[in-house]
Each structure stands twice: as structure tokens, then as C-alpha cells.
């Protein structure tokens, strides 16, 4: 059935307060979803931290974000990059890394690090300018030490 001219006057004369409701209806729904899709990407995209003793069992290709100590004595510059090894904070366990990109100024053996790596073959393989150090903490038992001594 076409619409009638009395029809389309009608639809085109909407009063101002429905107006008003359908816009914040439809404003509201609009933020809901991007609310929503907001906290999903942000809970895909989490990674956990993993220290090199848990990933004795990594699989290949599959992106873990590292943590632990660069090893003493293991780093290693080439042309292209570093290697160097992670080990766990209580040394037990390391594992070897080769990166490429930038390198924060504090990175350096014995230092805390964040970095996201993916495994080929023996090795872990850092992505491109995923490198983070850590700070030392001013609550740290050594560093406790030392301001108590100068004290």
C-alpha cells in the first residue's frame, strides 16, 4: 500500500520530544556497544607473563610475553640485533632470546625485563621494539639495605 500524502505529512512532522527519545536510544546503544567491544579487545589482546621455567613446553608460533633476568655474561650485539638469555628471578632456569629493535637505555645484565616472544626452534625470537625493562624497586631487600646503611 503506497503512502498517502496525509501519511507522509504525518512522518514528516515527528514531535520534538520523540525525536529527542530515538536519539538518546540510539545514542545509548551506540556507547553500550563500543563499551562492550572495548572490553573485549582488551581482554583478547591480555597476555599473560610467563617466566623461561614455564615455557619449557612452548609451542611454535604462538606469542608469550617473557619475564625474568637478562642473564649475566649472555648478551651478545650482532649487525642486526642482540641475543642474550632471560632466566628466572631465582635462576634456577633460562632461556635464549635474539631480538631486534629499539633497547631502552637501562637495559643491561641482572636487570628485570618484559619482552614478547614467539619460538623457532631452539631459540625465543623477540618481536620488534617489544622490549621493556623494569625498573629496580626502592623496596627491594638490597636496596632496603643500602638506605638503611646510609642512615
Do not use: H
Not at 553500550?32 to 583478547?44: D, E, K, M, R, Y
Amino acid at each position: 500500500m503506497p503512502p498517502t500524502s496525509a501519511r507522509l505529512r504525518y512522518l514528516a512532522v515527528v514531535q520534538p520530544a520523540r525525536k529527542r527519545k530515538i536519539r538518546l536510544v540510539v545514542a545509548l546503544s551506540a556507547a553500550v556497544l563500543l563499551a562492550v567491544a572495548l572490553v573485549l579487545t582488551s581482554i583478547n589482546a591480555s597476555s599473560k607473563a610467563v617466566q623461561p621455567s614455564d615455557l619449557q613446553s612452548a609451542q611454535a608460533g604462538v606469542a608469550y610475553q617473557l619475564t625474568g633476568k637478562v642473564q649475566d655474561g649472555s648478551v651478545r650485539t650482532n649487525g642486526d640485533g642482540m641475543t642474550f638469555r632471560v632466566r628466572d628471578r631465582d635462576g634456577a632456569t633460562s632461556v635464549p632470546v635474539s631480538y631486534e629493535g629499539a633497547v631502552p637505555d637501562p637495559f643491561k645484565e641482572g636487570r628485570e625485563v618484559i619482552v614478547t616472544v614467539r619460538k623457532e626452534g631452539t631459540t625465543f625470537v623477540g618481536e620488534r621494539d617489544s622490549l621493556v625493562t623494569k625498573c629496580p624497586s626502592k623496596f627491594t631487600e638490597d636496596a632496603t639495605k643500602s638506605q638503611t646503611q646510609k642512615s
